[in-house]
């Protein structure tokens, strides 16, 4: 006994020499979920001498608090209340593994290894373990990206989602999700310092499509005795630098457009960063000719803009055109048929020799001048004009004014 205190003191002084003799390897901290266990991986070393002492008769045990503090467990029993588990690994091959499936609540005290021979190997570890149960929680899961930074599209992203695994036959169910096409996202165990984790990766080609997408790494940890899971969730926005994309150009009015309508054609395209500049061109033969800047092109149309027009966006990070838009103009008017005119001047010519046709019967039936004749027809006339209301004023006010042009034409032919 004196011998292993000396040498816990000689190892405090000469730290690498003799330390490696009484050595504990396991995790200082660990978290667990209440309802399920908690694993810890653990190796120790003693001094050669008493290699002999490690055989089934040796004990191995957990106390509280310091050392020589109470044991709360022992090899092959729970001498503690509020405690529960058992020291799985094997003694002889210097393994300590322990699982606890239960501690008082509220614990957050250290505890320390110790292993006794049947003679003198007696020995507690002065490395602390600290354990903490959550309750109504669980240990939140780690989302990461790789690489880090800013990620163009094109580029290959892998996102990890990791959550510890304190119960090994409880294990927890980690999901990333959406579900990316091409994606990985086989589940691995591997321990990191004597904590066993598992993790989830995805991997896939971004693309435009991806930007501002809400990722989100969730882990579920069942527990004993059909008690509900616990389940916590971490979410990450990705953020994808690309070039202009779907580019494409809006009108303001249908085509055909008609002559002299105000046209606004708008270029809108999509980029992380944003679009800087916008182009016009139009389409002559197989080349592009600039025909103006700006995301809006404003036209009074007119027969000379139809034909087709190209927009193109640009960014930092590139340019994209837009497919081609076709812009039809009406004519400007219909086309006249002479049909018409023709059927005005026979009608006309009508008219004309009625009326002279009239006048000569006038004169050889009337001894009164042709002209008084027209100053009655036009007295006559006049007289509905002060008096037209209603719906067929407008009317009647046209068939005065013909009338007058008549007798004046009337008059015209009785003085020639």
Known sequence: MFGILASSVVCVMLHGCLCTQWSIQMTENITAVSGSCIVVPCSFTVSPEYDTELHNTSVALWSRGV???????????????????????????????????????????????????PA?????????????????????????????????????????????????????????????????SSPQVYSEQGVMFVTVTESFTVTPNHYGLNV??????????????????????????????????LMSFPSPVPVGRLLNLSCLSEANPPVTSYNWYTVSGDQLVLRATGQELFLMTSWADRGLYVCEAISPNGQERSAILALEVETEGPQCSMVPYVLCGVLACLYVITLLVEIYKYKRSHSQPLYTFIVNILIMKMQPFLGVVGRGGVMRVGSIFVRIINATIVLWFHTV
């Open 216 to 249: 989100t790494c969730e882990v579920e940890y069942p527990r004993r005795n059909g008690r509900e899971s616990h389940r916590e969730a971490q979410s990450m926005t990705l953020n994808i630098l690309y070039g202009p994309h779907n580019t494409r150009v």
């Open 67 to 117: 050392v020589g503090g109470p044991a709360v467990l022992k090899t092959d029993q729970t001498v503690a209340a509020g405690f529960k588990g058992k020291i799985l690994g094997d003694i002889k091959s210097k393994n300590c593994t322990t699982v606890f499936t239960e501690l008082p609540q509220g614990f957050k005290e250290a505890l320390l290894f110790r292993v006794e021979g």
């Open 120 to 184: 003198n190997l007696k020995y507690t570890y002065p490395k602390e373990l600290f354990i903490s149960f959550q309750t109504g929680s669980a240990p939140q899961p780690v989302l990461s990206v790789s690489p880090r930074g800013e990620v163009r599209a094109g580029s290959t992203l892998t996102l990890k989602c990791r959550a510890i695994a304190p119960c090994p036959s409880l294990p927890p169910e980690v999901r990333l999700w959406p579900q990316m096409d091409g994606s990985n």
